[in-house]
Structure formats: C-alpha cells, structure tokens
C-alpha cells in the first residue's frame, strides 16, 4: 500500500518563499504529483515529478528524491490566493487511481 | 484543456432516499472514471474505479450496494448513493484520465457534488 506523510498546516506572509515536505513509502512508484484545492472546489493540477531532481513553473517548483522516499513542493513571491490545501499524491498498486495525502493547509497572510 | 463535468453540485435530500449523481467527460472519452469522498477539512479518499463497459472496482471499506456505479458509456459514469443517511453527507468528486493518452500526471477532475442528507 501507499503510506503519505504532509505537515496539516502551514503559515506564510506575502512574498515570502514557503516549503511543503512529502513523505512517502509505497510499494510501486509511477510518480508523484502535487494537487492545490481551494475549501469547497476540485483540486488542481499543479506538478508531477517521476525522476529526481527539481521541476520549476512559475512561483512553484516540485523535488523529488525517490531513495528517500521524499518530495517538497516550493511556492515562491507568495499571494493571498496562495492560501489553499495542497495535497501530495502517488498512483495506487494498480497504477491506475491517485491517492492522496491529508493535505497541507496553507494560510498566507498580508 | 479537457473539462470533466459534474452534477448536481449541490443536492439536500432527506434520509433513506438515493440520489445520484452525475460525472461527465466533455472532450475525451474516458474510460476509467474514479470516484472520491472528501470529509470536511479532510483530503479526498478514494471510493472506487470505475470502468466502462465493466464492474467498478471498490476501494477496502467501501459498500459497493449502497454506492452504485455505472459506467454505461465513453463520456458518462454515475454514482448513486441508495437509501442516504446523514453519515453520507460529504463532497463527491469525480475524475477522468483520457482514454489513450500517455499518464502525464494530470488527472481531469470534476467540480464536485455536494450532499447533504438530512
């Protein structure tokens, strides 16, 4: 089965950099994908990383390390409608469904 | 990019009814559909794989008489909840991975559907 660990909450001003960390254990590795969800709508798309190392678009980029088990999603010049939940995720054993972490709630502040 | 469309987004009804909701592909077809559950200030939990043309696959600890999934065609899967009670209130969400293409990462989701049950 798939095992993931997210911080509940984080806290940020305006313009500062912030940090999510993702920890994970799983038996069967197809990538892993970072998910942002305002209260009350679908999440959305942000990143998937499969091979180590960092991808950067925009204000967010996404790590991975995958013989740690490990990935950080780093949101940069943050904005108020920054503050979400931000959900770590990694396919099933079937390779097929996402599942997701608890979510990380981030409340950026002016 | 593709849409995934749901419905209704809001639905009350009261205890002991069905209700069902509906989860749509508007420019792709798709055939696996996943349905998820989301408890207030919890993430989204994964109910069941839902397969066109075949029995949706349940997820451990999901009852798969009282949510019934059909997956009739390409484009359409439906959730019902049979016989609600309030424990079943929460938001529903539906997604979608177009059929054929390569597994980018990006999972189309819908817009949700919430249920209360009163």
């Known amino acids: 089965g798939q095992n993931i660990d997210q911080p509940t909450e984080m806290t940020a001003t305006e313009g500062a950099i912030v940090q999510i960390n993702c920890t994970y254990q799983t038996s069967g590795f197809n990538g892993l994908f970072w998910y942002q969800q305002h209260a009350g709508e679908a999440p959305t798309f942000l990143s998937y990383?499969?091979?180590?190392g960092l991808e950067e678009k925009g204000r967010f980029s996404s790590f991975l390390s995958r013989s740690k088990g490990y990935s950080y999603l780093l949101l940069k010049e943050l904005q108020m409608k920054d503050s979400a939940s931000y959900l770590c995720?990694?396919?099933?054993?079937?390779?097929?469904?996402?599942?997701f972490g608890k979510g990380t709630t981030l409340s950026v502040s002016s | 990019g593709a849409v995934v469309s749901q419905h209704p987004s809001w639905v009350i009804c009261k205890s002991g009814t069905s209700v069902k909701i509906e989860c749509r592909s508007l420019?792709?077809?798709?055939?696996?559909m996943f349905w998820y559950r989301q408890f207030p200030k919890q993430s989204l939990m994964l109910m069941a794989t839902?397969?066109?043309?075949?029995?949706?696959?349940?997820e451990q600890g999901v009852e798969k008489d009282k949510f019934l999934i059909n997956h009739a065609s390409l484009t359409l899967s439906t959730l019902t909840v049979t016989s609600a009670h309030p424990e079943d209130s929460s938001f529903y969400i539906c997604s979608a991975i177009a059929t054929g293409k390569p597994n980018t990462g990006e999972l189309f989701f819908g817009e949700g559907s919430r249920l209360t049950v009163l």
């Open positions: 990383n499969v091979l180590d």
């Open positions: 420019d792709f077809q798709a055939t696996t």
């Open positions: 995720a990694l396919t099933n054993q079937a390779g097929t469904a996402l599942i």
């Open positions: 839902s397969n066109e043309g075949s029995k949706a696959t349940y």
